[in-house]
């Protein structure tokens, strides 16, 4: 399998043409649509695209709903096994179909390569976009302009100027748009923000945060992989696929395959293809301190005390395997963020501290015996929860019915992750600090960080 460049160039220049004429141009051939919203009795017919490690986590959720049908899944990749996270899972539209097939009981489940074919189908009323984050800004603004409802897995932008646009799209078009962020769906996340908002530990004076660290292979496997270059494997197929799984992400050189590199722990530590952890679970935390802070639809004014380990040299896993800094609000609040603390949030209050994680919510012994069916009080900060729904995914599903807003619309998944963004910039640009303008959304005082704002797409997608 293992190929010369000069070879692969050869073969993938064969290949190019049916992917660059299918870039702009069949764009505009999809229509554009107004949403439509499905009336009480029938059912919202969803593709999946991206049928990887968390489309098939968030596919299992939607087949539990019996208002969703799910009718079609798209992934460039066949089927592929070894994959996921600890290498133990098979991916692809292949398995993604078997799996709709087996829990309907038919063999209707429709299977397609390019996502395109998904958008311009009439009867697909949402898309669940679960593809590595290059391509959520282009195909859910596609799918949005297609008249499709939208739940896009988190971080939803792989930059500044693409959630702009983004919340933009999605303010123009109406549709419904939940971001994958789903601790706001979770129990313990909306107590722990309810109680601080409220004042339930006094004022809050600083938060903790604790995201994963490491690059270079999580859990081994990636990094002895990521690092020749191959001929991409058969499961790419037809061939091109490979170019339709890089879509808008700048070519390796002569267009080679990495091999390894479309591996979940390998894409998010590129910087083509993701933002390391800072914006992987970033997303999840700095979202819920948004959330609790009531700054949702605003952000902070500066990054400050970065300290980071990103090896310079490293061209594959180019973000940092450790790092910590501090997001600073106008009124000066703090939250310290690193990977050297345990995953969650720690709110600091006067009268003490709250800690949550996933399935964890400690408090002081004064709170313990809090019971927020019957202890939040009327003038307490009420934040948003899922109606009658308890997942995620179906708090998006009543919002598609009932055209409410989701518990992560897009306009306050941007703003989150733009945190993230602007952590990763500081850490780019070597800097230790970066200011912030959340009104203007930009730097008010660095250009080099308003060019790396822009996110570049190349061979011929463009938002
Ligand atoms: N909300 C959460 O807790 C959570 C958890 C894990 C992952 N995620 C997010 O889900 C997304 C996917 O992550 P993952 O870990 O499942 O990655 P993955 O690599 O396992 O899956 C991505 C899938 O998308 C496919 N794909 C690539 N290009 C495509 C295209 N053009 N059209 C259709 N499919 C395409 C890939 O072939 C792969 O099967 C990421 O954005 C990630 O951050 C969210």
């Given amino acids: 399998m293992k190929v010369s460049r000069r070879s692969f160039l050869k073969t993938s220049a064969l290949a190019l043409p049916a992917v660059t004429v299918g870039c702009r141009s069949s764009l505009s051939a999809i229509e554009r649509t107004p949403p439509t919203r499905p009336s009480a009795l029938s059912r919202v017919n969803l593709a999946v695209i991206g049928c990887g490690t968390q489309g098939f986590a968030n596919m299992n959720g939607f087949l539990q709903d019996p208002r969703v049908r799910v009718t079609t899944v798209c992934d460039p990749v066949l089927s592929a096994g070894r994959y996921s996270y600890r290498s133990e899972k098979t991916c692809g539209r292949a398995p993604a179909k078997m799996r709709v097939d087996e829990f309907y009981k038919n063999e209707d489940c429709r299977m397609v390569a390019d996502f395109r074919e998904v958008l311009a189908d009439p009867s697909v009323d949402a898309v669940l976009i679960a593809t590595p984050d290059h391509w959520h800004a282009i195909q859910s603004i596609m799918a949005m302009k297609a008249g499709k409802h939208v739940y896009c897995q988190k971080p939803m932008s792989l930059g500044i100027s693409e959630g702009k646009e983004m919340a933009r799209v999605a303010k123009e078009t109406g549709v419904t748009f939940q971001v994958g962020s789903q601790q706001r769906s979770s129990s313990e996340f909306r107590v722990a923000a309810e109680l601080v908002a409220s004042g339930y530990i006094g004022e809050c004076m600083s938060c903790e945060i604790g995201l994963p660290g490491g690059n270079k292979g999580m859990y081994g496997h990636a990094n002895s992989i990521c690092r020749e270059l191959w001929r991409a494997p058969d499961y790419f197929t037809p061939e091109e696929m490979w170019d339709m799984w890089q879509g808008p992400a700048q070519h390796w050189e002569d267009n080679s395959f990495i091999q390894g590199i479309h591996d979940p722990m390998c894409w998010r530590f590129n ?193």
Wanted: hydrophobic letters at 35%; glycine letters at 10%.
């Fill in 271 to 463: 910087s083509r293809t993701g933002g390391g952890m800072i914006t992987d679970w970033g997303a999840h935390h700095l979202d819920i301190l948004q959330w609790t802070l009531g700054m949702d639809g605003s952000g902070p004014v500066a990054i400050e005390n970065m300290v980071h380990d990103r090896d310079p040299d490293d061209r594959i896993f180019d973000w940092a395997a450790n790092y910590s800094f501090d997001v600073v609000y106008a009124n000066g609040f703090r939250a310290h963020v690193t990977n050297k603390l345990p995953n969650g949030l720690k709110f600091h209050g006067k009268k003490g501290d709250i800690f949550v994680a996933r399935g964890k919510l400690d408090r002081p012994e004064f709170l313990k015996k809090w019971n927020e069916k019957k202890d939040l009080k009327g003038r307490d900060v009420h934040l948003y929860r899922p109606r009658g729904g308890v997942s995620h995914e179906m708090d998006f599903i009543d919002a598609v019915f009932s055209g409410g807003r989701t518990a992560c619309p897009c306009s306050v998944g941007h703003r989150s992750i733009t945190i993230a963004h602007i952590a990763n910039i500081c850490e780019r640009l070597g800097l230790s600090s970066l200011k912030w303008d959340p009104v203007a959304e930009r730097f008010p005082d660095n250009a080099d960080a308003n060019r790396l704002a822009v996110v570049p797409h190349y061979n011929g997608w463009t938002i």
